[in-house]
């Protein structure tokens, strides 16, 4: 192919489904209802986290140890929260969602009760690890959940929410923490978090349905087997098929019973359904490492990394800057943690509605219909650009933003200085993050949860390294350099972030093709797509709008 030839890439419905099917038969009610719940369901393993601060003081007094020994629960939790998901995301993959959601919760609770009875310093660092492994997988399951009721074009309006979310238990956890330690005792901390999570494991499998596209297709029957239904979806197919038996009589005077072969029947226990009846499959970390293998999901994996790595340190220092500096006590400290909390809400929202109105917009660039029913087939769509063009912006201005604060605090400025910074870090970081999260559910929508997990096991360890070393970057390199470093790490970053931005899709179509050995033929070369230039033609035989990429000299 040469550069004065253009190649011609059809933009075709998502795969072989006829017109009128929907990606997703859940209603907009049903699927608001399903991402609040998830979102809730991603507070809980941050929350664990940062409620746990101003418990540590008082553990210490009461076990007769070393703060160094307590810290050592903090490196625990990190690991197993970056290690659990690799587990669980690949069974909420193949498995179903309400499954991994059970089972995590079941753990998760068990755990609280088990850390507010003990009285030993073993059985809290056990608890406390088994409590990370139920919680960190909610995260990496909520990701998953979106890609199978959320198409392309609404991606950005639904894991907004649910990253505002994740964002707000680093702002409310230190507060709620501090105040149950201080009038109820540490133990009420733990006792807090059986209730609530208790109270939304009863919710959840009371009327919270399932997702999994391996399990339900696009939701349009509820599942095969009986235990995988929610209690109200149960309900439901037991009184439709009541009513199906007493209104359909048999060629024999008989009633026809609901579950037969006919396709009248129970809901999902048809012939055409039977492909839906999955076995629970053992949990198995392979796939999420898998992931890691892949050259597009490796660069934004690690950039999520180094994000949070820089992202924690900022949390871990504050504690200890904010109580030197301005002589906080532990709630006033907490309460130092809002603005940063607030502005990580507000990005995520703002920035979910900017994701799906750049991918609305470059769709209409490229001559592409947006359906929110069905869905477009990426493969022809350029979505690493799309998303990307709000990502680099948004993490200049966090890179920015890094770079002065720690001068700030070393020429003590006065608190509202810092606070502003914080904000603004809070806003950009989340913004930034959410869309490289959102860009990796549409790289791998038919393992999310699995890539999400990938992505938190990175995540969670490079946080556990800031964390673990930030303490001896203040004071070897002094509050100045030390965020001016982490600044200048985050900049490199962005230049790892722009080679996935030109040769992303290069990447994504080796892969699809390394799948689909014989795609239908389209006379592409995967070198020419690297450094395209994107166009339009219109083919008036088939009334059909085709992307071109003209490939330059």
Request: aromatic share 10%.
């Amino acid at each position: 192919m040469t550069a004065d030839t253009p190649s011609t890439l059809e933009a075709q419905p998502q795969g072989q489904s006829p017109p009128s099917t929907a990606y997703s038969a859940f209603t907009t009610s049903q699927k608001r209802f399903i991402i609040t719940m998830i979102s809730l369901a991603s507070l809980f393993s941050p929350l664990s986290g940062q409620i746990y601060y101003p418990v540590m003081p008082t553990l210490v007094q009461n076990y007769h140890l070393t703060p160094a020994l307590i810290n050592l629960t903090i490196t625990t939790y990190m690991i197993l929260q970056g290690l659990a998901p690799s587990f669980m995301g690949t069974f909420a993959d193949s498995g179903g969602r309400r499954p991994a959601y059970i089972v995590a919760f079941t753990i998760y609770t068990a755990a609280n009760i088990g850390l507010a009875l003990q009285n030993s310093y073993p059985a809290l660092m056990i608890l406390r690890c088994i409590q990370s492994a139920g919680s960190s997988g909610t995260i990496a399951f909520g990701y998953g959940v979106i890609a199978d009721i959320a198409t392309p074009a609404e991606r950005g309006h639904y894991i907004g929410p649910m990253a505002a979310g994740v964002m707000i238990a680093p702002a409310i956890g230190p507060v709620v923490g501090g105040l149950l330690s201080r009038y109820l005792g540490w133990r009420a901390v733990f006792w807090f978090l059986v209730v609530v999570s208790g109270g939304y494991l009863v919710v959840f499998v009371l009327v919270v349905p399932e997702t999994g596209r391996v399990v339900v297709g696009d939701g349009r029957e509820p599942p095969a087997e009986w235990w995988r239904m929610s209690v109200w979806q149960w309900v439901t197919a037991r009184r439709r098929r009541r009513r199906r038996r007493r209104r359909r009589p048999s060629s024999g005077g008989g009633m026809v019973e609901g579950g037969g072969g006919g396709g009248g029947g129970r809901p999902g226990t048809t012939r055409g359904d039977d492909r839906h009846r999955r076995k629970l499959a053992f949990p198995n970390p392979l796939p999420a490492f898998a992931i890691l293998l892949e050259m597009d999901a490796l660069i934004i994996i690690s950039f999520v990394g180094l994000a949070m790595l820089a992202n924690v340190a900022l949390l871990t220092s504050t504690p200890t800057l904010f109580g030197k500096l301005y002589g906080l006590n532990v709630l006033q400290i907490g309460l130092c943690f809002l603005p940063l909390g607030v502005g990580a809400c507000i990005g995520a929202i703002l920035n979910g509605k900017l994701l799906d109105f750049n991918y609305r917009r470059t769709a209409h660039r490229l001559g592409i219909t947006v359906d929110r029913k069905k869905g477009e087939d990426l493969r022809r769509f350029p979505i690493e650009q799309t998303r990307l063009q709000t990502f680099f912006p948004i993490m200049a201005l966090a890179t920015l933003t890094f770079l002065p604060y720690g001068w700030v605090l070393q020429q003590r400025a006065h608190l509202a200085v810092p606070l502003i910074l914080q904000f603004i870090m809070g806003f950009s970081f989340i913004a930034a993050l959410n869309t490289l999260n959102t860009l990796l559910v549409d790289l791998f929508p038919d393992r999310a949860a699995t890539a999400s997990a990938a992505c938190n096991l990175v995540r969670c360890w490079l946080g556990a390294v800031g964390a673990a070393v930030i303490d001896y970057m203040l004071n070897g390199m002094g509050w100045g350099w030390c965020f001016t470093f982490l600044g200048l790490v985050l900049a490199a970053g962005l230049g790892l972030m722009w080679v996935e931005y030109k040769r992303g899709m290069g990447w994504r179509e080796k892969r699809f093709l390394k799948r689909n050995p014989n795609p239908p033929p389209d006379n592409i070369h995967l070198d020419d797509i690297h450094g395209g230039r994107e166009g339009l033609v219109e083919d008036n035989t088939h009334g059909e709008i085709r992307v071109v990429y003209e490939v330059s000299q």
